[in-house]
Each structure stands twice: as structure tokens, then as C-alpha cells.
């Protein structure tokens, strides 16, 4: 049984506002070393395992490393976290694909290969967080 054209769309239509809602909150917040700021003002911290447990958890710095790279500050986004790159490619590679389904150019061969890789730099990004995470923990 085919699923139906119109919840695939409606589903394309959710992916890509929900990627292109995070990628335009993080132009228009800004990151230091230590906080996120919206308008100059710093927004409070929103992690409740670094409250809890000592150390920070493995995304810790993840969305401090989406702003930055949103703002192209590469050296900022990969010390602050490893997997900020794979996050906003995940993102980007989304973006593209949703909405070339949603222009009906996105059923060709040439395009099939972008949720695979999506997926793949997710899985990518939550490993690093992963290692990222022990390694401090180690050291």
C-alpha cells in the first residue's frame, strides 16, 4: 500500500519549516564561550542534566556551536562543540531535499542519496557528542 501524496507532503512541509525555524533562530541569536544571547541579552541556560550532574552532557555546547556556525564562525562552532557541523548539514541536506519533493523535483535518482546522508551525519553527530563527552569526562 502507497502512503498518501498529500501526508508525504505535509510531512516535507513540517521537516522543512522545522529546519529553516532552527537555521533562522540561530541568525538571529548570538553565542560567546559561556551563553546564547538574543538582542545582547543572555538567555538563561536550558540544559537540565548540567544542573543536575556535574560535567556538562554530551550536547552541551551543541547549540552554542549551531549559532556560531550559522554566523560562519567555523573555529567557535568546533570548539564549542565537534558536532555542530554535522547538526547544520543534517539541516542544510533536509532543507534541500524537502523542498525540491515539495517543488516536484525530488522523486529523481539524483536526490534519493540525501535522507541516507542526512540520516547518516545525525548518527555521525550523536557518536561524536558521544566520544566528545567521555573524553572530558576523562580528562
Do not use: K
Amino acid at each position: 500500500m502507497r502512503p498518501d501524496v498529500r501526508s508525504i507532503q505535509w510531512n516535507d512541509i513540517r521537516v522543512l519549516a522545522l529546519g529553516l525555524a532552527v537555521l533562522s533562530a540561530g541568525l538571529l541569536l548570538d553565542t560567546d564561550a559561556d551563553r546564547v544571547s538574543l538582542g545582547g541579552r543572555a538567555l538563561p541556560g536550558s540544559c537540565v542534566w548540567s544542573s543536575v550532574c556535574d560535567g556538562g552532557c554530551p550536547g552541551c555546547g551543541l547549540t552554542r556551536s549551531v549559532v556560531a556556525l550559522c554566523h560562519l564562525r567555523w573555529r567557535q562552532s568546533l570548539s564549542l562543540h565537534p558536532a555542530g557541523g554535522l547538526i547544520v548539514a543534517a539541516i542544510l541536506l533536509e532543507i534541500s531535499y524537502r523542498l525540491s519533493r515539495l517543488l516536484g523535483r525530488g522523486d529523481g535518482v539524483r536526490l534519493r542519496w540525501i535522507p541516507s546522508a542526512s540520516r547518516a551525519a545525525m548518527v555521525a553527530a550523536l557518536a561524536l557528542s558521544a566520544a566528545s563527552w567521555l573524553l572530558r569526562r576523562i580528562s
